[in-house]
């Protein structure tokens, strides 16, 4: 499994990005998906993740209503949409997958999750 992260940039408050998830190794059938990310000196927190093996999705709280997350299972590829973004949305974004995931398995925490992209920096300014 790889995957490799790209769309981090710097924004001002209000804007937004797409990060975007190339994959290779795997097929979505049947995987966990999903965004994470990590400012300084905070823990690694969920932001957006969705499971093939029992069909839902997770949002953080901060990512509810602002964020979405996607796939094109023939680019093998899967995105995160960011809108109206503030500073505490700085971070690295890292995007990761992990077969037969699951939502209800507790699939939004980061210590379920083997396969991890480089990361990628995004930056709001105020």
């Known amino acids: 499994v790889q995957l490799v992260e790209s769309g981090g940039d710097l924004v001002q408050a209000g804007g937004s990005l797409r990060l975007t998830c190339v994959t290779s190794?795997?097929?979505?059938?049947?995987?966990?998906i999903g965004w994470f990310r990590q400012a300084p000196g905070k823990e690694r927190e969920g932001v957006a993740c969705?499971?093939?093996?029992?069909?839902?999705?997770y949002y953080s709280k901060d990512a509810e209503g602002r964020f979405t997350i996607s796939s094109d299972t023939a680019k093998s590829t899967f995105y995160l949409q960011m809108n109206r973004l503030n500073p505490e949305d700085t971070a690295v974004y890292y995007c990761?997958?992990?077969?037969?995931?699951?939502?209800?398995?507790?699939?939004?925490?980061?210590?379920?999750?083997?396969?991890w992209g480089q990361g990628t920096q995004v930056t709001v300014s105020s």
């Open positions: 990761v997958a992990q077969p037969h995931g699951s939502m209800i398995g507790g699939y939004y925490l980061y210590m379920k999750y083997d396969n």
């Open positions: 190794g795997f097929s979505f059938d049947d995987y966990a």
């Open positions: 969705r499971s093939t093996t029992d069909g839902y999705t």
